[in-house]
């Protein structure tokens, strides 16, 4: 497998309405940025399978990858003020990137059946990611194209992934399939970046398939997992919250619900219906996330009363909460360790409705088609914190700062539309118009009233605003039958 990415344009650059001359104060006439820069990426995949004795059949994957990219780094900064200043004794930017990426991965896949109602899989993954860049750090930073500050590194994120499971499934005379599964997953960290070297994570997972009834089908799955560090958890830098763990990286104990249902009481009706729930809690995070909860209930039915005609609905709500834990801090790490009155607690609640309806209709039969679909979707993302104690000591504006509050609640709406009226003029030849329109309102403090900013704040803030548009698509497609083939069962 080969991609190459050609990009002719190097950079863009973009003019600042409210500073029409350079300056250091107030900040550069002009903006610029770096877009995706060319680069190629290839990999090389052989895969062998063989057919054992037993109802045995056994898989190998292998596959190596690698990619580049060395397109030559802009200029730090565009201000002219700024030129003089990065002329600096011993500082020498790098020209490019020289990127260099190398992937390792290895798939094994084995099945057997035993004896005749047990079904047994096997499966084992291994992913390595190699980061062999040169490109260590440029020696100098420019913020905002304005103010210098320290150079930086340049961080890589080297790391390997193992995954196994093993799946048995018994599904003898009665109506009932019973399905129990192991999982195991480790992740090996390079040391220098993260906090945690490795983790490895156990799981079971336990599902029952009721299928006797003719009009009524039930599925029912619970999950279990429990993620443990190996050798701890390590403050990369001093400077980092000892009682902190990033919630990647932290013990992790994991528990999922899944509920599915669906009844056809005539043949021209069928009910759906899914319930999820899932509770993730990290049980040794001081600081960091407490817990992550997530819900979701649906519900479909289909109703087609003849074959020229089909209509559809469903609804579904999805709800996430979860729990932070983290302490206001002045910058040193004595002010972070000797004032838990500073502690802070925050909750985000994310909710997302959504309802829909679809339908089909031929209207001449073979020859003309109808088909549309129309959705709603309502979310809203809210953040309450609060400090368990009134924060105490320091001076009244570091109290001040270390109070907590509570952010108003963003929203957002989305309604598209899509209608599609399909002509087949034979059987190689077809025509299509489709009508597509989407309408957009959002309401969102972080980016209501944001202007183009002159000092230490956002430079030609983009707010997504409310929109409506609408498109109006014609296709004529060809498919001759010389060039259908029959789909490989692979």
């Known amino acids: 497998a080969y991609s190459q990415f050609n990009n002719a344009l190097s950079s863009v650059t973009a003019a600042n309405p409210l500073v029409t001359v350079d300056s250091l104060k107030a900040g550069t006439a002009n903006g610029r940025t770096a877009p995706a820069p060319s680069n190629s990426a290839q990999s090389i995949t052989g895969t062998a399978a063989a057919s054992l004795p037993a109802h045995t059949r056994v898989a190998a994957t292998l596959s190596y990858g690698w990619r580049s990219q060395n397109e030559r780094l802009i200029a730090p900064t565009i201000n002219s003020k700024n030129l003089d200043s990065l002329t600096r004794a011993g500082d020498v930017f790098p020209t490019g990137l020289f990127g260099n990426i190398h992937t390792t991965l290895v798939n094994l896949n084995a099945s057997s059946r035993p004896i005749q109602p047990l079904s047994i899989t096997a499966r084992y993954r291994s992913y390595e990611f190699k980061d062999l860049t040169p490109f260590d750090s440029v020696p100098i930073l420019v913020i905002s194209d304005r103010t210098f500050a320290a150079g930086a590194a340049r961080e890589a994120f080297p790391y390997t992934q193992k995954n196994a499971e093993v799946t048995a499934s018994y599904h003898h005379k009665l109506p009932v399939t019973l399905t129990a599964s192991y999982l195991w997953n480790r992740m090996d960290r390079d040391s220098s970046v993260r906090n945690v070297t490795q983790t490895s994570e156990n799981g079971t997972k336990f599902a029952i398939d009721y299928s006797g009834l003719s009009w009524a089908t039930v599925s029912l799955s619970y999950n279990h997992a429990s993620r443990r560090s190996a050798n701890g958890y390590h403050q990369v830098l001093t400077s980092e919250n000892p009682d902190s763990r990033r919630f990647d990286e932290a013990d992790r104990d994991r528990n999922a619900l899944n509920l599915i249902l669906t009844v056809t009481p005539i043949d021209q009706v069928t009910l759906s219906g899914t319930w999820q729930m899932g509770r993730d809690t990290f049980p040794n995070s001081p600081d960091g996330v407490q817990h992550d909860n997530s819900n979701v209930m649906g519900a479909e039915i289909d109703w087609t009363p003849n074959a020229r005609f089909s209509l559809g609905a469903g609804y579904q709500r999805e709800w996430y909460d979860n729990m932070f834990n983290s302490r206001y801090r002045t910058g040193s790490v004595d002010s972070l360790l000797n004032n838990p009155t500073w502690n802070w607690v ?11 309806v679809t ?132």
């Open 359 to 490: 339908f089909s209709a031929a209207l001449i039969p073979s020859r003309l088609d109808l088909s549309g679909m129309w959705q709603i979707s309502k979310s809203s993302f809210q953040m309450q914190a609060f400090n368990p104690v009134q924060p105490a000591k320091g001076t009244a504006s570091q109290i001040a700062a270390a109070t907590a509050m509570s952010f108003p609640t963003a929203t957002q709406e989305l309604q598209p539309l899509t209608i599609n009226l399909r002509y087949r003029v034979s059987t190689d030849w077809s025509l299509t118009a489709r009508f597509q329109s989407e309408h957009f309102t959002n309401s969102d403090f972080r980016t209501t009233g944001l202007t183009p900013a002159t000092g230490n704040y956002v430079f030609e803030g983009n707010s997504l605003l409310p929109y409506d548009a609408s498109y109006l698509t014609f296709y004529v497609s060809y498919r001759p039958d010389l060039i259908r083939r029959p789909r490989s069962a692979m």
């Open 346 to 356: 925050a909750t985000n609640i994310d909710s997302t409705s959504t309802a829909f």
